[in-house]
């Protein structure tokens, strides 16, 4: 199966109520965005594993997740030996954030190298992309589209939101089919598939396949808008069909996560708890 | 249950057009439709039916634009006047294309969209949602996701939703067109449980192709042509007229064959289904011929094989098995049908074909006109074989028709006077020499379909492999196009049209391919095919309707077509004087 797909299963994290894995789901990015302390971080890569393992997530999802770190790297480590600057850094002590292994300075681009400093910044910043891929993974794996827009719907957001991502959602998989078929068609009338170092000849490549692909795209919206006309779409008086109950486990859940996000933020800006 | 009486749908003196100083879709429409019917507004592509149609719930003009005149009432409402929600009440569309017409991600949620947007108390909502499930046989699908149900269910999902408007005018446009059979005989069912139950007045549109499916459960046509109604009445009195052939439109088989033997047998009824006809054939004519001499003469297929192919496997990544060890060998110069269900191996087959997917086992072979497809880059491949696909405007992207064609050649590294030359001819062959230099995409449907043939026509391949050619054709434009490509055949190339179009393929093909479930079940020629009544069955595939009615009356021969089956009545009446006609 395709890597952040949805699929079907029975697991813990599964049968929790949408409304739970949203929490969960929001409150470990909020803490994850914000820390940059690796021991907060990696505390939340040890919480994000153990979901991870809870949510059954095929082991072959590794590797895309390992493949974008080592991706990412580079850019993590130009980021990183930007900032060796000590005053950067506000909690761990200014003799240890300033203590340089290796620094040159490289005039209009400053001092750049590596230091105590930007090494906490580094593991601070690889721990955030292994708990992110990690929270995403488990997300996506057991929160179906469906569970999300009945969530949207229960939580009454305004109409042309929710029923966009529910069109978005029904339509993206036949948007990929027809973006394939396309690509399939132009093969046989000899496209190839330039390289992209050789922009000019990307951008000529381009429009046999994104002319009829938006043709398609436009196309279709107007007869989706058209069909949900014809079933009274924006009469303004929708019923909404969800059950409002939240099971008891679902709503300490909830009130758990929102509680720790909430404490983690407090903490952060009062006692600078996270930062380094 | 209702019966016929209230009027439910006036058109008075209804003229529209969707530009302003452009020539009316429709003219003069007058039309009255009583509640409990079932009508069937008949006509060929761009006669103006799906317009009439969304003209009932006033999406034509309020969201389409253009120029209304005279009045439309539905269910005493004027549609002027009305809002779309408020009509969306008393009238329920259904599209040709169920896969545009579902938004949600769930059955129910779908089927609930519409009575919810009307602001329905909850238990109304859940009661219709019953019904509407129920009707259609959709209730064990619950909360499954729309996207992973087949063409057919899905029609019938959109139907449940119009169901679930209670709606007291139920329209179909095209309902069965972009089915495939075990679809067409999914949602047919439905529509004829529908019309047994007499809750709901329903009106169908059809343009041919599957006439002989909907024909014995109208109580009425009406033939609608370039915008006019010109002709209303019960199904029998238009069939049996010449109106539907002069205006391009395909008759039932049973009407063809009961028309012709109402030249031996003056009080022989218009017969609308096969059971009917067989039923007057075996009252009328005692005794039957054999229908051997009668048949056409075919190509032998005893020809070298211009494609071989031995144990095909293709899986895909998720894990379908799509091909289960395919092996055939399609003879040369040869008109070939690949029939089957959707999702019986023909697309996947064909992208084998034309080496764009490629086998995913290690002992394939794929030998297309002396080239190893597996081993042979697509480039390499096209110069040989080439793949149309079934929906044109995925194709087509130039300005002109012209450039349109031209863009494959250009591709081949071909000189300009060969691009130049290539490109007339393929103009010349395909009859677009008016349109050389219009902008493709506003071309009507027909047209374009052409277009994108002709600019793989150009590029000259040995084998030519043809998509659905003629989903969404009326009969002339069918009759047209097969001739074209038959023209092409006879120039010793090869074509393989993949189809559901079954009626047509017998007619013409020399040899056809039937697929299920990823193997190939049958290879011959169609007459052998056809035969082979029980196999077929297997693969949900129901022959021309001439063949099941010599099925029904136990004859030895395989009959495929109209014209083989009015040779054989008249080799039996004329040959069997009186033993033949009673």
């Known amino acids: 199966m395709a890597f952040l797909e949805y699929r079907k299963r029975d697991t813990l994290i599964h049968n929790l109520h949408p409304i739970s894995k949203v929490t969960i789901f929001l409150a470990l990015i909020v803490i994850v965005g914000l820390y940059w302390d690796f021991k907060y971080l990696l505390l939340t890569c040890i919480v994000s594993a153990i979901l991870y393992f809870l949510a059954k997530v095929p082991r072959s999802w590794l590797k895309p997740i390992i493949t974008i770190l080592l991706v990412s790297l580079p850019l993590q480590l130009w980021l990183a030996v930007l900032q060796t600057n000590p005053e950067l850094y506000v909690v761990y002590p200014r003799e240890v954030v300033a203590t340089e292994v290796f620094v040159i300075n490289l005039g209009f681009l400053g001092r750049v190298g590596i230091t105590y400093g930007n090494m906490l910044w580094l593991l601070g910043w690889v721990l955030k992309w292994i708990a992110i891929l990690f929270v995403v993974s488990v997300f996506t794996y057991s929160t179906s589209p469906l569970e999300i827009a009945h969530l949207m719907l229960l939580l009454r957001l305004p109409q042309l939101l929710t029923y966009t991502y529910i069109v978005a959602m029904r339509f993206i998989p036949y948007l990929q089919r027809v973006y394939r078929e396309i690509m399939s068609i132009q093969r046989l009338r000899g496209w190839k598939r330039p390289s992209k170092i050789n922009v000019k000849k990307w951008f000529e490549s381009l429009p046999p396949i994104m002319k009829p692909f938006l043709s398609r795209t436009f196309l279709l919206s107007e007869e989706v808008s058209t069909a949900a006309q014809m079933r009274a779409f924006g009469s303004g008086k929708i019923t909404p069909l969800i059950e409002h109950r939240i099971p008891l486990r679902d709503l300490i859940i909830s009130a758990l996560s929102m509680i720790a996000m909430v404490l983690a933020i407090i903490a952060l800006v009062i006692y600078k708890v996270g930062l380094i | ?582």
């Open chain 2, 1 to 582: 249950m209702l019966s016929p009486g209230e009027e439910v749908v006036r058109f008075d003196d209804v003229t529209f057009s969707y530009m302003m100083g452009e020539k009316p879709v429709l003219s003069n429409i007058n039309l009255s439709i009583k509640e409990g019917t079932i009508t069937a507004i008949i006509g060929p592509t761009g006669a103006g039916k799906s317009t009439l149609l969304k003209l009932l719930n006033g999406i034509v003009p309020k969201v389409t634009g253009g120029k209304l005149e005279g009045r439309v009432i539905v269910n005493g409402l004027d549609t002027k006047t009305n809002s779309i929600p408020e009509l969306a009440r008393h009238v329920a569309i259904v599209l040709e294309d169920p896969s545009v017409q579902i938004f949600m991600l769930s059955v129910e949620d779908e089927v609930a969209f519409g009575p919810s947007n009307l602001g329905l108390p909850k238990e109304e909502i859940m009661k219709r949602l019953k019904f509407a499930l129920e009707s259609t046989g959709l209730m064990k699908f619950g909360m499954r996701n729309p996207n992973e149900l087949s063409g057919g269910e899905q029609q019938l999902l959109a139907i449940a939703g119009a169901l679930a408007m209670k709606p007291k005018i139920l329209a179909l446009d095209e309902p069965l067109s972009m089915l495939d059979p075990i679809g067409k005989r999914q949602v047919l069912q439905v529509i004829k449980e529908l019309v047994n139950r007499r809750e709901t007045t329903m009106i169908i549109t059809e343009s041919g192709a599957d006439i002989s499916m909907i024909s014995d459960i109208i109580d009425r046509a009406i033939i609608l042509h370039n915008g006019k109604i010109i002709a209303d009445g019960d199904p029998r009195t238009i069939f049996s007229s010449n109106i539907l052939t002069q205006i391009g439109v395909r008759r039932p088989q049973v009407v063809e064959v009961s028309l012709e033997l109402r030249k031996y047998y003056q009080n022989f009824p218009i017969c609308l289904s096969v059971k009917e006809l067989a039923n007057n054939l075996r009252n009328v004519v005692k005794h039957f011929g054999t229908s051997g001499s009668s048949q056409r003469a075919v190509k032998s297929t005893k020809r070298k094989s211009i494609i071989s192919v031995e144990n095909l496997h293709f899986v895909y990544p998720g894990g379908v098995h799509a091909l289960r060890g395919v092996s055939l060998d399609v003879p040369e110069n040869t008109l070939v049908g690949l029939i089957g269900q959707n999702g019986s191996g023909k697309t996947t087959l064909a992208l084998n074909l034309v080496g764009l997917l490629k086998p995913t086992n290690n002992d394939a072979k794929i030998i297309v006109d002396g080239v190893d497809v597996i081993k042979s880059d697509v480039h390499e491949v096209i110069k040989h074989i080439n793949y149309v696909f079934q929906n044109p405007d995925h194709q087509i992207f130039n300005d002109t028709v012209e450039e349109e064609i031209a863009y494959g050649l250009k591709n081949l590294g071909l000189r300009d006077d060969e691009v130049r030359e290539r490109m007339d001819d393929a103009i010349e062959f395909f009859e677009l020499e008016a349109y050389r230099k219009a902008y493709p995409l506003t071309l009507p449907r027909h047209l374009r379909k052409r277009v994108a043939i002709a600019s793989i026509y150009a590029m000259k391949p040995k084998i030519l492999i043809i998509d659905e050619p003629t989903t969404g054709l009326d009969t002339r434009e069918t009759r047209r196009l097969i001739n074209k490509i038959l023209e092409y055949v006879k120039h010793g190339n090869t074509v393989i049209i993949i189809t559901h179009d079954i009626e047509t393929i017998a007619e013409y093909a020399d040899y056809l391919i039937v697929m299920n479930n990823g193997k190939v079940l049958l290879t011959g020629r169609p007459e052998e095919v056809f035969s082979e009544y029980s196999t077929l069955k297997e693969a949900d595939i129901l022959p021309p309707q001439v063949t099941q009615v010599c099925r029904e009356l136990n004859l030895g021969s395989t009959i495929i077509s109209v014209s083989h089956m009015i040779n054989f009545i008249r080799k039996s009446c004329t040959e069997g004087g009186s033993h033949g006609l009673s």
